[in-house]
């Protein structure tokens, strides 16, 4: 019995979309994140500037994504995928220029509220998907992931000595820059697909969100995401101040950065092989929130010593990785086998509502009761997720894989789901006739892999 696929090379073309559609993402989220770091700082030089408003600018962006981002990639099914992510790097850009611009508050508000509009990130999945086979797409998406994460490590050590040298507004300037890099590398690197399908399990599709919204466990893990992005968003409306108060010049906030985000990234491995292998994504998740809350309440006691703060930092940056793996993880073997985009897409709108009311709330919380009282709203969201985790049913350690069967009669669908889950291994098989797939989940200490291939490319 064979219990895995065999490893499939990516062909010159999924190379040249996973590269440039990698590289569109993650310059656009570079953008995104570079102001977090330096914002707090100098928006003090624009007109009107309060800490209500100050939070509300570094989260707004946060809010049109929400709003955007599944409602733009069902429309990449209709118009095509590169318009669609043609017109978000134009309007991502259009709102970096007004940002660059802005001499008050309020328009740097504006800037950011059009940035987030600019909702690309469905489409590219889509379009990843369009042009990656099935036995490679997860490499494809992974290396998306992989970059994104790159991008707001990259952020926040280089935020810094570019906001000395080039100021907020120099900053807005690279950011529009950066997106009509991406729209370069859109259109001269990545191919564009003969067609364009629906993916069940890349994108969301409008018939599941019943069913992915009445999951009481991915609607945990959506509240999960949801709460860290509120806590690590707030946090930068009032971090910089606390580095700055304890002794750290602004432009050299990059060398308390590097080492924290590097040694986070080792840090979080030996947890994720836990989780992953060791089946205590329970234990690791809890104590991963737990950890986030007190050094929350660590912030609020010692804002006054930069070892200190050091120490906290990177027990939230590696908090922050952690999590940004392990819950998309748990999402995937959550949702229903077919059923992965949508639950995706879910997911990730609730991570940029929870970054809107980070800024929001942070901005609230520093105006009104100043800089600690930022620090303990992200103890409270930390005491609320681990009510929300500890009761939460975890997904079955299952693993999916989508079977290409090529073209078959309607007639013949339930049939061969039938006879799917009858292969040793399956728990769940979804019969995708259009897309010319079966969507499966698999147990693959049981699969009988060989078996499951004769059902390859059977009309």
Do not use: C
């Not at 928006?43 to 955007?68: E, N, R, S, W």
């Not at 690197?189 to 067609?195: H, I």
């Amino acid at each position: 019995m064979t219990t895995s696929a065999p490893l499939i090379p990516f062909n010159p073309s999924e190379k040249r979309a996973a590269i440039g559609l990698a590289a569109i993402f993650s310059t656009r989220m570079l953008g995104l994140f570079m102001v977090l770091p330096v914002f707090a700082l100098y928006a003090h030089d624009l007109a009107g500037a309060t800490p209500l408003l100050v939070g509300l600018a570094i989260g707004a962006y946060g809010l049109t994504q929400a709003i955007f981002q599944i409602p733009l990639g069902l429309l990449s099914d209709r118009v095509g995928r590169k318009p669609v992510i043609y017109g978000g790097l134009i309007l991502f850009a259009l709102g970096s220029v007004i940002a660059a611009l802005a001499n008050s508050i309020e328009w740097v508000i504006l800037g950011r509220v059009l940035q987030g509009s600019g909702a690309i990130a469905a489409a590219t999945i889509a379009l990843t998907a369009d042009l990656t086979r099935e036995s490679v797409r997860t490499r494809a998406m992974a290396a998306i992931g992989i970059s994104v994460a790159l991008s707001f490590a990259a952020a926040l050590v280089i935020g810094p000595p570019l906001a000395r040298w080039l100021g907020i507004s120099g900053i807005f300037w690279l950011t529009a820059l950066l997106a009509l890099a991406g729209m370069l590398v859109l259109a001269y690197l990545v191919p564009t697909p003969d067609r364009s399908l629906i993916h069940r399990d890349a994108q969301p599709v409008l018939d599941q969100f019943g069913g992915v919204l009445a999951n009481p466990t991915l609607r945990r893990l959506d509240l999960g995401i949801f709460l860290l992005h509120l806590t690590m968003v707030s946090l930068f409306v009032v971090l910089p101040l606390s580095v700055t108060t304890a002794g750290l010049a602004p432009v050299d906030h990059w060398q308390l950065y590097l080492p924290v985000v590097l040694l986070a990234i080792v840090a979080m491995v030996p947890f994720i092989i836990m989780a992953e292998r060791g089946g205590k994504a329970r234990g690791v998740l809890l104590g991963a929130v737990a950890a986030m809350g007190l050094a929350m309440i660590g912030f609020y006691l010692y804002q006054d010593s930069i070892w200190i703060l050091g120490a906290l930092l990177l027990v939230m940056f590696t908090v922050f990785n952690l999590m940004e793996a392990i819950l998309p993880s748990l999402v995937s073997k959550a949702a229903r086998a077919g059923a992965r985009g949508t639950a995706m897409g879910v997911f990730s709108s609730a991570q940029f509502i929870g970054a809107f009311l980070g800024g929001l709330l942070g901005g609230l919380a520093h105006q009104s009761f100043g800089p600690g009282a930022v620090y303990l709203l992200g103890a409270v969201t930390a005491l609320i997720w681990i009510g929300i985790a500890a009761t939460m049913v975890m997904p079955e350690n299952l693993t999916r894989h989508v079977l290409p069967i090529g073209d078959m009669p309607d007639a013949a669908d339930a049939g061969l789901a039938a006879r799917l889950l009858d292969v040793p291994g399956v728990e769940e098989a979804v019969v995708a006739r259009e897309e010319g797939v079966a969507y499966l989940k698999v147990d693959t200490r049981q699969l009988d892999w060989a078996r499951l291939q004769t059902f390859s490319g059977r009309a």
